[in-house]
């Protein structure tokens, strides 16, 4: 492979984001008990969770854009409370603050570091991840996220606009992502590399076709693949 630059799945692949979506949604949660406590009492959290999928079942025009699902959600159920002035902007900083108070996994800075050194990097997300709140925006020439783009992984659109930004080929990026459908299915579809992060060591699952062009256990693997290859 001949490499030039790199895009970089965020979620799951530089840190766990469970435990950050789970937070937000305690501390959403608590807010609405202080300041709003009968939205709070509808519309606890395993209900506004099923809220939210409600929204993104019925709002597929917005499959790309978590932000705007999100505020649609909070809107519905203050609705359902009678109460048309919802503080949309004050819960979504919540949300965003807790969803991006995140743990990196221990190889992720040291490999950005490295990674950064050589090639031109861009994340490449369709959550909402916010690079600079979490203090990692440095490490990437650039950001690109679905709502942006307006089409969300595995769909080439936001690969190819990856591709576009930096001025690369797809045949000339690696992506590196730890979903097999969003990440490597869909770059490889598009025409990039593939680097599948694969934490668990899981079988690459044959229904989604070809196997990664590399199937590693984290990006320490990466850093040390790309030193055996002598890149760039």
């Not at 799945?9 to 949660?29: I, K, M």
Request: net charge negative.
């Amino acid at each position: 492979m001949r490499i030039l630059a790199i895009t970089l799945d965020l979620d799951d692949t530089l840190w766990p984001v469970l435990p950050a979506l789970e937070r937000a949604d305690r501390d959403l949660d608590s807010y609405l008990r202080q300041h709003f406590p009968q939205v709070a009492r509808a519309w606890p959290i395993p209900a506004m969770r099923e809220l939210r999928a409600r929204v993104a079942a019925e709002r597929l025009d917005l499959a790309h854009d978590f932000t705007a699902q999100r505020y649609i959600t909070m809107q519905k159920a203050f609705d359902a409370c009678g109460i048309a002035d919802a503080p949309l902007d004050t819960l979504w900083e919540i949300y965003a603050t807790a969803r991006n108070s995140v743990e990196l996994y221990p190889d992720a800075l040291p490999a950005l570091e490295r990674l950064r050194a050589m090639w031109p990097v861009a994340s490449l997300t369709n959550g909402n991840a916010d690079l600079e709140r979490i203090g990692l925006h440095r490490h990437f020439l650039y950001q690109i996220a679905a709502r942006d783009v307006g089409s969300a992984k595995p769909e080439a659109k936001i690969f190819l606009a990856a591709a576009e930004r930096l001025g690369v080929a797809p045949e000339n990026i690696l992506h590196v992502g730890d979903d097999p459908e969003l990440d490597v299915a869909g770059a490889r579809d598009a025409g990039l590399r593939t680097a599948w992060i694969n934490r668990a060591g899981h079988p690459w699952p044959g229904a989604l076709g070809a196997a990664p062009d590399l199937n590693l256990r984290d990006l320490t693997a990466l850093v040390d693949w790309v030193d055996t290859q002598g890149q760039p």
